[in-house]
């Protein structure tokens, strides 16, 4: 254990290159721009893929309203007035009951993930600054 101490004290304080720190940084810089990049093309395809399924969820929605019985029954509100006013409560209960509701909700997912993507986007890009020293 001496003989160990001896010549663990005879060995010179090692210095480390001038270079290493400017190369430690410059790789750590490489790498958060790798990542930037990533994040970056993920949030584009990502936008792109839910700006396309938005588009065919509401041609999808836009469809079975048409084929629905929903305006057929909206269309009473303008001919048939006093009727529609005098069984306001069953009316609305009809309406409701030939609305597409699950093509609404198709509608959300997409639009929902489109928003989700468009704040990872607006952060990636807002917190791109370095913070090394």
Do not use: C
Request: no cysteine.
């Amino acid at each position: 254990m001496n003989e160990l101490h001896k010549l663990f004290k005879n060995i010179g304080d090692i210095d480390p290159p001038e270079r290493l720190e400017k190369v430690i940084l410059r790789k750590i810089s490489l790498e958060k721009e790798k990542q930037i990049r990533q994040k970056l093309a993920f949030s584009y395809i990502g936008l792109a893929g839910s700006a396309l399924a938005s588009v065919y969820t509401w041609l999808v929605f836009g469809n079975s309203l048409l084929q629905s019985d929903f305006w057929t029954l909206a269309k009473l509100i303008f001919s048939d007035t006093q009727l529609v006013l005098q069984n306001w409560n069953d009316f609305a209960f009809s309406l409701m009951e030939t609305l597409p509701i699950f093509g609404m909700i198709a509608i959300l997912a997409p639009v929902f993930a489109l928003f989700l993507l468009a704040s990872q986007y607006l952060k990636t890009v807002g917190n791109n600054h370095y913070k090394y020293i």
